[in-house]
């Protein structure tokens, strides 16, 4: 890929990589208290980058002139706060001594920064929903907009998440700082799960104009990546959290074609499959395989794991079984489904639609779909019918376009 040589090719991708790095790295040294105000920073820090780069060039080192711009940036924040609260000036002053603030931001303290910021989120005093919000403006760098289309609502509902989500934090005090071990270990399982659902929306987006969104699931890769690098959230769950989530990007790109149409996994070239990522995958399922822990990561990856295993005829019952023991730990529709369609290669397709029928899921596109599926080869109307069900209940054009392309197929 080529360097960007214009500030308008470089900023946009630079604001991606490094605004949710930048705030992370900042309200470490604020306090959640001043959360706004470190999105505030890192925002005219940007902001300044797109007036001063078109004028005096690229810098050598962007990143580090956008650090350097906005540690300043904090400097003058405090100071100008001196002026109107002197009688804590002498405190304040002290903050500005250079410990307070690195003088080397390096990756080390942004990664350290970002895991803090993490944790911070995920607390418990705000709602699953809350945290899914938070993490997306904060730690991924996106707009309400974006956030409401990556969750399927609208911006104000958005909105009064993340206030309720800020409110919360800053009305308990909460500090960036080491967290006990008792106090990561309560919280990790749900840090995971955040981590967790940003890969999800990214592999399943069901935005308008988007059916996968690599930047999500590559994002969480990065975050479940930084758990690994401490010796407390290193654990057999978050490496089989990351095994899974290489082996779903394995075939990221076979997943949609070159027109931007969702290709299913039948129909999938086997070729485009990334063989460095299911490498990948099986490095951390050994890391995760290390003790007799069992997590709902570790049958997920397991599941994962024998999607991209071409040419074994025994590799559905395996499949199956993983399946059977995952909606023991976990029941959800899409499981359910996910079962159903394994036990149809198992046992064939007329058994397949006998399992299917008895979810009974008709509020579901998805229930239609897979019995539209089924039923391809056995009874083309009922499978018109079915996939017609599912066009009416599918909630987003690019799954409505999925549906109408099998029902002209088979017409």
């Keep these: 890929m080529e360097k960007p040589t214009s500030t308008a090719e470089l900023i946009p991708g630079l604001f991606r990589d490094l605004y949710a790095k930048m705030t992370a790295v900042l309200c470490r040294h604020f306090g ?42 904090v400097k003058d924040y405090i100071k100008h706060k001196a002026v109107f609260e002197l009688k804590v000036k002498d405190n304040i002053l002290k903050e500005l001594n250079e410990k307070t603030l690195p003088d080397d931001i390096d990756q080390r303290t942004i990664s350290d920064s970002q895991l803090a910021m993490l944790f911070a989120i995920c607390d418990p005093i705000i709602p699953i929903a809350g945290q899914i919000s938070l993490a997306l403006q904060i730690l991924c760098g996106f707009s309400i907009l974006e956030v409401a289309q990556a969750l399927l609502t609208n911006k104000e ?3 009064k998440r993340i206030f309720r989500a800020k409110t919360a934090l800053r009305d308990s005090k909460f500090e960036l700082k080491e967290l006990s071990d008792s106090q990561i270990s309560a919280r990790l399982a749900t840090v995971l799960k955040t981590i967790y659902l940003l890969f999800n929306e990214g592999y399943y ?41 290489c ?17 299913l996994f039948e129909q ?13 995958g099986n490095f951390y399922m050994v890391q995760a395989t290390d003790t ?8 997920e990856a397991a599941i994962a794991y024998w999607h991209t295993v071409v040419d074994n005829q025994s590799k559905w019952e395996y499949i199956l079984k993983f399946y059977n023991q995952l909606i023991l ?36 596109s998805h229930y239609f779909g897979l019995l539209g ?35 002209l197929a088979l017409q």
């Design 268 to 280: 999938q070239d086997v070729q485009q499959w990334n063989s460095d990522m299911i490498d990948q």
């Design 157 to 159: 509902t958005i909105k």
């Design 32 to 73: 959640l208290s001043d959360i706004q105000l470190a999105e505030d920073i890192s925002s005219d820090t940007f902001l300044k980058a797109s007036e001063v780069w078109p004028v005096t060039g690229i810098p050598p080192n962007p990143q580090a002139w956008l650090y350097t711009v906005a540690k300043n940036k």
């Design 329 to 364: 730990i976990e029941y959800s529709p899409v499981t359910a489904l996910n079962r159903a369609f394994a036990y149809a290669k198992v046992y064939g397709t007329e058994a397949g639609i006998e399992e299917t029928k008895k979810l009974n899921l008709i509020k579901m």
């Design 292 to 299: 007799q822990e069992t997590s709902k990561y570790h049958i």
């Design 205 to 245: 987006a069901q935005h308008e104009n988007h059916i996968i969104r690599k930047e999500l699931c590559m994002e969480a890769i990065r975050l479940a990546l930084l758990l690994t690098a401490h010796e407390t959230t290193n654990l057999p769950q978050t490496n089989a959290l990351i095994a899974l989530m």
């Design 373 to 407: 599926y089924l039923y391809r080869d056995l009874d083309q109307a009922e499978a018109i019918d079915n996939y017609t069900k599912a066009l009416n209940l599918a909630s987003s054009l690019t799954e409505q376009d999925v549906y109408q392309k099998q029902i």
């Design 247 to 263: 082996y779903q990007s394995s075939r990221l790109d076979a997943r949609m074609d070159k027109n931007g149409t969702i290709v």
